[in-house]
């Protein structure tokens, strides 16, 4: 049993020298990353109480799985978090090494999926950003998450709705009209309707706090949280 789709693998590691092209493939992510971590922070803030604010993760473990080239890896580095961030493309580790120690930021890169990591150390936050509609086997995926959580921790997961606007928006619009992603980008049939997700971490014993729709504004070119779940959602779940 696998989480990790030879396809989908392949797909991003040809697109890996682009991760820090801000005008390049993952351009939609560049400016997806501001709502995003604002979003992060402001709940794990509140759900653990900290108050410092230059380094409010300050403490906290933190693991970034499909983290890519690392583009949430260092923003919550940043901010205090102790980051471990794990993909399953060895050129996307790669660029995010390099990256990081350009940068001079210490995060612990890892070529291996969650299934295989023997962590003994469990983690505080969970980030699972636009990776559960890549993965092989998504109940094996939560589940080896809640065995790397720590009680009480917290976990983000973020995807895309399978509803007919999520199909005209995502893939029509965003791969085959506007170009932002290259074309193929995603599968429609792998996205999760959010009640699907629910059920899946609520039956590991974690409990829902937030179910939150990210919407992109085509005239301010920035992305804001919303009651609308239509498109892209992420939901916020603490382990009892």
């Known amino acids: 049993m696998t989480t990790i789709n030879q396809e989908e693998i392949q797909k991003f590691s040809k697109l890996a020298e682009e991760w820090w092209d801000v005008s390049g493939k993952f351009k939609p992510l560049h400016m997806f990353n501001p709502i ?41 580095c940043r901010l205090g978090a102790e980051v471990t961030g794990i993909d399953a493309s060895l050129k996307n580790i790669k660029i995010a090494e390099t990256h990081s120690k350009k940068s001079n930021l210490k995060i612990n890169y890892l070529n291996t999926a969650p299934e295989k990591f023997e962590e003994y150390e469990k983690f505080d ?51 085959y009209i506007l170009r932002w992603l290259p074309i193929g980008t995603h599968d429609w049939n792998k996205f999760f309707k959010p009640s699907e997700i629910e059920e899946k971490i609520s039956n590991l014993d974690f409990s829902i706090i937030e179910t939150k729709g990210l919407e992109f504004n085509p005239f301010t070119q920035k992305w804001k949280t919303s009651n609308d779940l239509s498109v892209n959602y992420i939901i916020t779940s603490v382990k009892n």
């Open 36 to 76: 995003r971590i604002e979003y992060i922070l402001d709940k794990t803030s509140v759900h653990f109480k900290r108050n410092d604010k230059k380094l409010p993760l300050k403490g906290l473990k933190l693991l970034d799985i499909g983290c890519g080239g690392g583009l949430i890896s260092e923003p919550m």
């Open 125 to 175: 936050v969970i980030l699972n950003l636009e990776i559960v509609e890549h993965v092989e086997d998504v109940d094996l995926y939560f589940e080896s998450c809640a065995k790397l959580l720590k009680k009480n921790g917290i976990m983000f997961t973020a995807t895309l709705n399978r509803t007919f606007m999520s199909y005209l928006k995502a893939i029509i619009g965003a791969e």
